[in-house]
């Protein structure tokens, strides 16, 4: 197993969790895919390539367990499918979502780093920032379709 993926079920294990081949086969969903950030369904799809009898609602029970363990980031996208991504051991990405095409971008920026959160009296656990928006490609065909709602920002 992936050393990382080692590293995460040990720490589950530490907090009480069984080792299941489902929970692993998620977390190796995550450390093999080639986007930083998956719907739940594109998720399950990596899972059962490698744990063909897990259904999705185990995906999607794990993937509930891995986010409240602080081990697995979701990101709400409005009416559409959820994003997760696992988080990132060294450091943290944030992210550029294209609404067109779904395109992720991963941006070194972190607003977080500007922000004096001390003096605010308040002890910060974790942080998100995502900016949704239109790729280069899709600015082309669908700018008049999102321009009218830009001023929403
Ligand atoms: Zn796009
Ligand atoms: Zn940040």
Do not use: W
Not at 13 to 40: C, D, H, V, W
Not at 87 to 95: A, I, L, S, V
Not at 120 to 142: A, I, N, S, T
């Amino acid at each position: 197993m992936d050393k990382r993926a080692c590293n995460i079920m040990d720490m589950l294990s530490e907090r009480g969790y069984k080792k299941t081949p489902q929970r692993e086969a998620i977390i190796m969903g995550f450390i093999n895919s080639e986007k930083p950030l998956m719907t739940a369904r594109e998720l399950y799809k990596k899972v059962i390539k490698s744990s063909p009898n897990t259904n999705f609602s185990t995906v999607y029970r794990n993937l509930e367990l891995l986010i409240r363990e602080g081990i697995v980031n979701k990101m709400d996208m409005g009416g559409e499918a959820s994003l997760y991504e696992l988080k990132d051991e060294e450091g943290h990405h944030h992210y550029l979502i294209c609404k067109g095409c779904g395109m992720v971008k991963e941006t070194d920026y972190c607003p977080f780093k500007n922000m004096d959160i001390e003096s605010e009296g308040f002890m910060p656990l974790d942080h998100r920032f995502e900016v949704y928006g239109l790729c280069r490609d899709c600015v082309k065909c669908h700018k008049d379709k999102y321009m009218a709602n830009r001023g929403k920002l």
